[in-house]
DNA sequence: TACTTTTGTATCGCGAACGATATAAATAAC
DNA sequence: GTTATTTATATCGTTCGCGATACAAAAGTA
């Protein structure tokens, strides 16, 4: 059995654990107003920049459209967004939040606190985030570069 | 805006993000023979301790094993691995390596390295990674322990 | 032994995620 | 100005991932 294929030498499968793990954290929280976690991330994305096109979204998100294209198909079902045409380009779908997308975010005003204490470990500290953010953002930057490569 | 949703500042948006980006980072290594990143985790399973019960195989990778079930049928379906009753717990299904799972052990060699390679940066040194291993360890540990408490 | 509870898998349904493909609109090339 | 190319969405098919449910086997209980 070659070391590198031990499971606990691999960063991947942390990151994988890590990742289902956090957003299961998340879920009670947010099925309670029945959104899910990707949901959630499209209205983080919308609070900061209302009626913005599918295409923005997705890149912001790190998606592809054709993943982000029904999720906001069912949060439109949902009354949460609304989709329309765009008036420039008459290829882009603009999503913008409804009343009732803009208020949730008052009733979710209590979930990145729920969350943080759900997570909080020794391992986090003021001082050792940033780090964290840092490394994950590089190395997000760095997967970024070499995937577009391949295309 | 609160502070607390700009989208930079969620660590689980990274988590969700670096594991999904680095994951499509193994995706041709993968295709190429055939096999998905969550058949992948459970070849490192099986090739770690041959013959388990998928119930395991789930707890090893932190999944439920309605998601292990489809995933090992469609595994026997390839014939990577054989599933077969259990002869002490007849509930039990024993899912074992064929010939063709054993050897994509060799087939696979070189995915360890070229995926490294892939996610090569400055923030990801032999100093820096074993604490970024310890703080997600730590991470999973809480979030696992959070999360069985609301069962 | 008979009955209840727990455990291990499996099935179903739904929402992602993404490769592949299709289509219309905008842009570029000629 | 017509044709070719690119761009923005959308649709389809497959594989996760998981909550809910079903069911048989094992373990516990009376």
Redesign the interface.
């Known amino acids: 059995?070659?070391e590198?294929?031990?499971?606990d030498n691999?960063?991947?499968?942390?990151?994988?654990?890590?990742?289902?793990?956090?957003?299961?954290?998340?879920n009670?929280l947010l099925s309670a107003h029945g959104l899910t976690?990707p949901q959630y991330?499209v209205l983080?994305?919308l609070?900061?920049n209302d009626a913005q096109p599918v295409n923005d979204i997705a890149k912001?998100?790190?998606l592809e459209t054709n993943t982000v294209t029904p999720l906001v198909q069912r949060m439109e079902k949902q009354g949460i967004v609304t989709r329309a045409k765009g008036t420039n380009d008459a290829r882009q779908m603009i999503v913008s939040l409804t009343d009732k997308g803009q208020q949730l975010?008052t009733a979710l005003?209590d979930v990145?606190?729920a969350?943080g204490g759900?997570?909080?470990?020794?391992?986090?500290t003021p001082e050792?985030?940033p780090?964290?953010?840092?490394?994950?953002?590089?190395?997000?930057?760095?997967?970024?570069k070499?995937?577009k490569r391949?295309t």
Request: hydrophobic fraction near 50%; include cysteine.
């Open positions: 059995m070659k590198e294929f031990r499971l691999q960063l991947c499968f942390r990151l994988y654990t890590a990742s289902r793990l956090l957003t299961q954290a998340y009670p976690y991330l983080l994305v609070w900061e912001r998100l790190c975010q005003t990145p606190f969350v759900a997570i909080a470990c020794k391992s986090l050792t985030v780090a964290l953010f840092q490394t994950l953002d590089d190395m997000i930057a760095q997967l970024k070499n995937l391949d």
